[in-house]
Every structure is written in C-alpha cells, then in structure tokens.
C-alpha cells in the first residue's frame, strides 16, 4: 500500500522545492500508532524549514515537510492503553507531518477532545501555547495589567486577545490594516485597543491609553514595529521577541533600556517543550483547547486546499491579507 507525503530535496524557495512524494505505509510497532493526516495549516516556519532558515534543519534528505496538523487514529501497537481507533489527535513530532498517513510514538500526539473540531486541532500544537506560554512566562497573568502587541490579527495574536478576556488583561493590539482591526475586535478585542501599526497609530494609541502603559509586550515582526511596542510598554516591562515577519532586526534606543529599564527577551517553542516535560506541555495543550472549545480562542482559516495542490496554495499564502490561516486538507473537501 501506498501514501503520499510532500517532500523537498534541498533548501529554497517552497513553491519551487515542495513537491509530491510515493512511499511505504508503515505498521505500527510496540508503542506506536498510525494516524491519517485530516488538516494541517501553512505556517511561515514551514516556509523557513523549506528554506533553511529555521531553527531545526532536517538530518536528511528527502525531508518531509509541515509543523503541524491533526489525524484519526487508524490502528494502536502493543503497549498503546490510553489512544483507541477513531480517536482524534494533533501531532506534536515535529517537521514531517504532510503526509496521507505517518506511524508516530505514543508521545508525538495529543488526543484532541471529542467535541473540538479537527481544524482547530490541526492549529492547536503552535500558536495557541506560545500565547498561553509567553502570558504566563513570569508567572499567571494578573487581572487588570496590560499587554502590548504587534501582528494583533496573526494566529498567535487572537490567541493573546481571546486568554486576555479569560485572565482579564487589557490587551492592546497594533495591525497592519483596517481588515485586521475588524479581525481583533471580532476576536473579542476593544475597538479602543486596536491601533494600525504606523506612526499615526502609535500617536493614537499614546492619546487614547494616556499614562497607560503594558508591563509585557510580544513582538512578532522586528524593526519599526518592535519599537512601536516598547514605546507603548511602562518601566521595567519585558518584552518577549517570538516572530520576525518584517524581516527586520530589533532597533533599541538606549533610552528604552537606561531611562525604562526595558527587558529584551526571545521566545522559541521549540526550545521551551525541550526544556520542560512533555506532562507540562500536555498541560498547556490542555488548557489551550480548553480555551478552544469555550470559544475564547477561534482561530479563522482562510482558505483550504487538497495537499496535492500544494504549490497553489503555498501561493496563496504570499498573496496576503488572508484574515486567516490557508489549510491543506488530507481527506476529500
């Protein structure tokens, strides 16, 4: 039997490198399962993997390509007591997910709650946790403080504002567009929190807020619009660097960090599941699709493709101003 996963055979461009791959359909073994691949989103890390520029790079080529996706559960090995057929699950292994179906170990997956829709679950492994994480980096969020961030619109932002009306934190977003605006507010956001992300808009966000300032910000885009948060952020607040979407290097005023004392800190999600154990990061998944299914966090998807047009629909991806996440989807649209 036969499956087809998409593969590239050297770093580039992923429109010109991913392509569609035949292969063996592996039997699960002790501590196993197999899963067929229902939905997987089209992160920008999928495009730096492809690329070479992200942080993990494969052992080998081919390499299969894709962070993230949600499966059923087409049969369990030995020693596998607690994942049953017909369950579904997102999968937590890491690059290679694009592919019909994958034999896994029992702990690169999480069972996704019955009642949550599987397109949902295929975006729970990232965006959601690094939210939920960066929010509680220095401990639970405390009711009432403020959170600054740019990409307001971008997964990992409506996941901020969405946890932020569960904590009750004030969060002020900066967006690109208008659309953006619409996305945050209807997200859950204050009309009154969301700013474009332009000069204009940080002098409107200083006369709307007056001595508010944030006590942690999260930057996912780099240059002018890292500074538009630190401008936004009070004395001694930190702010955690998760994204570089503009491409940009940070530019820190020394002011910022001699005269507000600022803190400049990265976060990578990768590094953090490697450095705590996989029982704190089911935790975090658990509470995020928690969160999920009480419709706090809904993540917009913008567009499905079949995975065998992967070429279009990594095109769609660049055309922008999605207002959501584009999908490949494994089983029939």
Not at 102 to 122: H, I, N
Request: charged letters at 20%.
């Amino acid at each position: 039997m036969k499956r087809q996963r998409v593969v590239f055979h050297e770093f580039g461009d992923p429109v010109d490198r991913l392509e569609l791959e035949d292969c063996a359909v592996a039997t699960p073994n002790s501590g196993e399962i197999l899963i067929r691949l229902l939905h997987a989103p089209i992160n920008p890390a999928d495009f730096n993997y492809v690329e070479g520029t992200y942080g993990l790079k494969p052992k080998s080529f081919p390499a299969p390509a894709g962070m993230e996706g949600s499966g059923e559960v087409l049969q369990v090995g030995q020693e596998v007591h607690d994942i049953h057929v017909g369950d579904r699950v997102a999968v937590l292994s890491g690059a290679g997910c694009w592919q019909q179906q994958q034999v896994l170990d029992r702990d690169q997956v999480f069972v996704l709650p019955s009642e949550l829709d599987p397109e949902q679950g295929a975006m729970l492994k990232v965006n959601p946790p690094t939210a939920w994480i960066m929010l509680h980096r220095y401990g639970k969020p405390t009711a009432g403080s403020m959170v600054i961030q740019n990409l307001g619109n971008s997964s990992v932002g409506l996941a901020v504002i969405g946890l932020g009306r569960r904590f009750g934190l004030e969060v002020v977003s900066l967006v690109r567009s208008e659309q953006g605006r619409e996305q945050c507010v209807a997200a859950g956001a204050a009309a009154n929190r969301v700013f474009l992300d332009s000069k204009e808009g940080l002098e409107q966000a200083k006369e709307v807020l007056g001595k508010l300032r944030g006590s942690l910000g999260f930057n996912g885009v780099g240059g002018d619009s890292a500074l538009r948060v630190m401008n936004l952020l009070g004395e001694q607040a930190t702010m955690l660097t998760y994204g570089a979407m503009g491409r940009k290097p940070l530019k820190v005023p020394t002011g910022l960090l001699l005269f507000k004392g600022l803190r400049l800190e990265g976060f990578w999600l990768t590094r953090w599941i490697r450095e705590h154990s996989s029982e704190e990061y089911h935790e975090v998944l658990s509470a995020v699709a928690e969160a999920m299914l009480a419709g706090e966090i809904m993540l917009p998807v913008a567009a499905r493709f079949p995975f065998t047009e992967i070429k279009a629909a990594l095109g769609r991806v660049r055309d922008g101003s999605l207002g959501g996440k584009v999908l490949l989807n494994f089983r029939e649209l």
